[in-house]
């Protein structure tokens, strides 16, 4: 069900995003900026060593502006003057923020597109109603709910795997 309500979530963030872009900036314990942006091209990822003063690290702090206005910061992050790897809607780049260049600050910005996110979150719900199926036929079927062995035969236990009849083992994998 949770991925269910992610993969919702994620279709209304892709729809959203052509007018809007959602950021969630978190600072590390060592007050290093690091953040999420539900961009117009995919789900942005940043990885930066910016420093913040130490009273402010271990926060978050999200912020909705229109897709236009998060321009200048898309084009800084993947100026062409940096090495872009693209692919398929999928961007990296890594380099040095032009803003304080007597820090230094490194950072790693990775875009992820909508159409890939969607599938992955769908794949528990897939993957639960599979199972929910699958003992549903065994049930009608007669069989063991853990194992599938026919039990028509059977007592209370199934003699292949020894669960209970009518009760299911949880699975590993």
Excluded at 8 to 24: F, K, N, P, Q, Y
Excluded at 31 to 53: C, E, I, K, M
Aim: hydrophobic share 45%; with cysteine.
């Amino acid at each position: 069900m949770v991925s269910l309500l992610i993969c919702i979530g994620i279709a209304v963030e892709w729809r959203r995003s052509r007018i809007h872009t959602d950021m969630l900036a978190y600072l590390t314990p060592a007050s290093r900026l690091q953040g999420l942006a539900a961009d117009r091209d995919g789900a942005l990822f940043f990885f930066s060593d910016v420093p913040f003063s130490p009273e402010r690290g271990f926060s978050l702090q999200g912020l909705s502006v229109a897709s236009d206005e998060f321009e200048p910061m898309r084009a800084m992050l993947f100026d062409p003057s940096l090495t872009v790897h693209q692919r398929f809607g999928f961007k990296s780049v890594a380099g040095q923020l032009p803003m304080a260049a007597t820090l230094n600050p490194q950072f790693v910005a990775v875009v992820i597109p909508y159409w890939c996110l969607l599938p992955l979150a769908l794949l528990p719900t897939v993957a639960l109603l599979r199972r929910w199926r699958r003992q549903r036929l065994r049930k009608k079927r007669g069989q063991c709910l853990a194992c599938g062995y026919d039990l028509r035969a059977s007592g209370s236990r199934c003699p292949e795997c020894g669960a209970e009849r009518g009760s299911v083992v949880p699975s590993v994998a």
